[in-house]
DNA sequence: CTCATAAACTAGCGGTGTAAGTTTTCATTC
DNA sequence: GAATGAAAACTTACACCGCTAGTTTATGAG
């Protein structure tokens, strides 16, 4: 087949299909053959649209990341405002928790990722966090969502009670712990975030309220 | 060559090298060929001692994790364990940060891990926290631990200031974050750390506290 | 001494990412 | 409107991947 009259792929829809794929079968099972075949066309065609396998990894991690909301570090006090965000992007992850470790690399170049990282970063220093403590604490919260994001705590746990009866006695309830995947790993989201955040006001009378009152149009 | 005099090959051996592979070149990189390669061997003789690859980073993954102190929990308050454990699991994933992207999946059916889980479960039940909340705490600092240790944040950020001059107003510093890359992520793990361990004892006295100075052998 | 097992090998299957070169169509410029 | 160059599909092919099957020979147990 040459060049067909309308084109069969767009960068939009190789992206599409690509996060079907990885939602539907994992990451492990992407592979540019599948996807091609998937988008009704040969391998290689593909690299018309991308350079590399990765590059396509890149887009679909980001559209990911699109759907993450940092509106409230424009709106909101920088509690709520982080609340919030933390929540969108745990949301944002878990409906696509395949490319979760791709994606948990780090922003690299990818637009969406770097405007999150900008909002964050830019509405903490807003609040009066020094500098490098809006650095701590947005990466702190993104180790926090990655790691929540990053698989199942549930379903990390076999679900085969001989394997603790035996030796871990402590965790002889753990094969239940996949019946109720959701509950487990949202709870300890939540719980981790209040904690988290609790102690962050703190930390923050602590020393931002501090150093505003002591200075002179404190 | 037929079967050697004395085995070429043990388990022991294979997992030694395949983390010193892992270590240097990725977990990308490890190939069964690579592996057997780097141990003098063809690629399939792996398997007269390993089922399938995954159960070579399986044992790999255990071999990281049995670095990691729990000991704690057996001898001091919850608090002070937590933090011990949680700092002692982060350098024995940052010592070797290439596996952390499997292992972070759940223990699974591997020793270390499981005994890692059941001591610190079972040492949160025993200090008076309800099972629920135990396994929620467990879970919220396994997130932030395998998040901080799953890429490093610095170095998720692209060495290139005239990618961010351009878009990211806020992120103007950002490409200077490599230089200081330890002190980012250890500061940003050290903070995380004390402001969730601040925000559960908080959460301590609310409830168990309360609940078990309620009892009528409180 | 016999013989099943263990531990290496070679050959090969179906799959991977991607490079190279071909063909035809589209869009632009003279 | 013709010429031309880029675009977008294709086929072929390479080097590598995990793993299976079958072969060979040394070992250790009876």
Redesign the interface.
């Known amino acids: 087949m040459p060049r067909p009259r309308r084109p069969l792929l767009t960068r939009d829809r190789i992206v599409e299909t690509a996060l079907a794929l990885i939602d539907a079968d994992g990451l492990g099972a992407l592979s540019t053959r599948r996807l091609a075949a998937a988008l009704g066309v040969q391998g290689p065609s593909l690299y018309n649209h991308f350079a590399t396998k990765d590059e396509i990894l890149d887009a679909v991690a980001d559209t990911v990341t699109v759907a993450v909301d940092t509106s409230g570090f424009a709106s909101r006090d920088w509690l709520t405002a982080l609340r919030d965000w933390a929540w969108s992007y745990r949301r944002a992850l878990t409906a696509h928790p395949n490319i979760v ?1 791709y994606l ?6 990818r ?1 969406a990722a ?2 999150m ?3 964050v ?2 509405g903490l ?1 807003r609040a009066g966090w020094p ?3 809006a ?14 994001a ?4 549930a ?4 679900e ?1 009670p001989e ?2 009866a035996a ?5 002889r ?2 094969h239940r ?1 996949a019946e109720h995947q959701q509950s ?2 949202e ?6 975030l ?7 006001a ?2 923050y009378t602590r020393t931002v309220d501090t150093v505003e009152s002591a200075r002179p149009n404190g």
Chains 1, 2 share one sequence.
């Open positions: 470790p948990a690399q780090g922003p690299g170049r637009p770097l405007a990282a900008d909002a970063y830019g220093v500098p490098a403590r650095t701590h604490i947005g990466a702190a919260l993104r180790y926090f969502v990655a790691g929540s990053l698989g199942s705590f379903r990390g746990f076999v085969d394997l603790y030796h871990y006695p402590h965790l309830q753990a712990l487990v790993d709870g300890a989201f939540a719980l981790g209040d904690a988290l955040l609790h102690g962050l703190a930390e």
